[in-house]
């Protein structure tokens, strides 16, 4: 049975609604109190599948490889390739299944191999070489440039012709639960004569998905749709922070810079490319026609839902801000990479593309607080008196995201972070 398959069952009870049924299994990397070395794992239900574990005992074996899960990161097999992937994913889930008893009926091996979730603590889960954050939503973009430019200018003349986007801060990429210091920037208010230095008052969050790079391209090298698919091993849940203040002082004219280089928080699940294959779509019609470079014919957007709750100090729940979803997105996660590559980009094993803001027509469904308050000017409501235009000392902000599939989901997990008060 492809591991894809509906009808599949594990012998490890997975609750329909959980985000980590057989059909999933997502990549991580975790420790736990009693082995404090990193090592690779899949989730299924509530537990992490050690990987390393399985590896050892000759489970998961691995041509001119040994060793590769008993590592920090997925970087080393990410680079062993597409047909691997493919071929330890069946593996995994062939000794996951209800009706195969290699691994089940080990009672000595299942103990070792099987860790609680909630006993497991999740590190970073690749190395991330390079990240690039990209300005795909087309409703995210119109939003934004009527704010700044007025309806009749809100897309800049190029946006309809290139996927936009800038080279971001790979060492500040940081797993889901780290906490985010309050960034420190130079900032001038449109009353203001001269610049002056301190903390953002105008934090926000961005709803993105990132993209894995599993493979690497060549300097000079320009690639096809089929090479830059075959290229992605998976995608996370990705916030991109942003300092909206700072930015709008220093983005001319070189785009940002010190307003999204403080902190970028990716969820520490990886759901590989082929777990979402069901759930590809195509995505917007795209007027005008693109360059022929960045034409695709196949269905490279996703059905994928994504929800965001804020969380004020003084609140006792999470209150749900905005829901939405990814198959919305005018320029493809494909077309994003065919595009970086274009100019003859070197693509490296653990790169992080971030998709940009993934908004859609709706107000409920914006993906950032300067759109959901309208730059402030329309605050939103918490409840018992908590308003919010921008994010504040104290408050968490967690995303999730999941493609619904018939009887299960795939799921992410969360990505979650709470901004602390500036140094």
């Not at 939003?143 to 897309?155: E, Q, S, T, W």
């Not at 957007?301 to 905005?322: F, G, H, R, W």
Request: net charge negative.
């Amino acid at each position: 049975m492809h591991p894809n398959d509906p009808k599949l069952r594990s012998f490890i009870d997975v609750d329909p609604s959980s985000d980590f049924p057989i059909q999933n299994l997502p990549y991580g990397v975790f420790f736990t109190p009693e082995r404090p070395d990193l090592r690779v794992g899949v989730a299924i239900g509530d537990f992490v599948l050690d990987l390393a574990v399985l590896e050892a005992a000759g489970l998961i074996r691995f041509e001119n490889a040994s060793g590769v899960f008993a590592r920090p990161s997925l970087n080393a097999f990410m680079a062993l390739g597409p047909k691997v992937w493919s071929k330890t994913r069946a593996r995994i889930s062939e000794l996951l299944r209800h009706d195969h008893p290699e691994f089940r009926d080990n009672r000595e091996l299942r103990n070792r191999a099987l860790v609680a979730q909630d006993f497991a603590q999740m590190h970073m889960p690749i190395e991330v070489q390079g990240f690039t954050d990209f300005y795909s939503s087309k409703e995210h973009a119109t939003n934004v440039g009527i704010m700044f430019r007025g309806k009749d200018n809100a897309l800049m003349p190029n946006w309809l012709s290139i996927p936009i986007g800038y080279n971001g801060r790979a060492s500040t990429v940081v797993v889901s639960g780290t906490p985010i210091l309050r960034p420190r920037g130079q900032l001038k208010p449109p009353t203001a004569d001269q610049p002056s230095f301190g903390p953002c008052k105008r934090l926000d969050f961005e709803l993105e998905m990132g993209v894995v790079i599993g493979q690497a391209s060549a300097m000079g090298e320009m690639l096809t749709e089929q090479q830059a698919q075959e290229m992605i091993f998976g995608f996370t849940l990705l916030n991109d922070w942003s300092a909206r203040d700072i930015q709008a002082w220093e983005y001319v004219p070189l785009g940002p810079f010190q307003a999204k280089a403080f902190g970028t928080s990716i969820s520490p699940w990886v759901v590989t490319r082929e777990a979402l294959e069901p759930f590809r779509v195509h995505g917007p019609v795209q007027d005008p026609v693109p360059l022929p470079y960045l034409q695709q014919k196949g269905a490279n957007n996703y059905d994928l839902q994504l929800s965001v709750d804020l969380k004020a100090e003084k609140m006792a729940k999470p209150n749900t801000i905005s829901r939405t979803n990814f198959k919305y997105m005018y320029w493809s996660s494909v077309q994003q990479l065919v595009h970086h590559a274009s100019s003859g980009c070197a693509m490296n094993v653990g790169d992080l593309l971030g998709s940009g803001t993934i908004s859609g027509a709706e107000k409920s469904e914006r993906g950032s607080m300067l759109e959901l308050s309208w730059g402030g000017a329309e605050p939103l409501d918490l409840g018992n008196g908590v308003q919010r235009s921008f994010l504040e000392d104290g408050d968490s902000l967690s995303m999730r995201g999941w493609c619904q599939g018939d009887g299960y989901r795939i799921g992410f997990g969360e990505v979650e972070g709470t901004i602390l008060a500036a140094l």
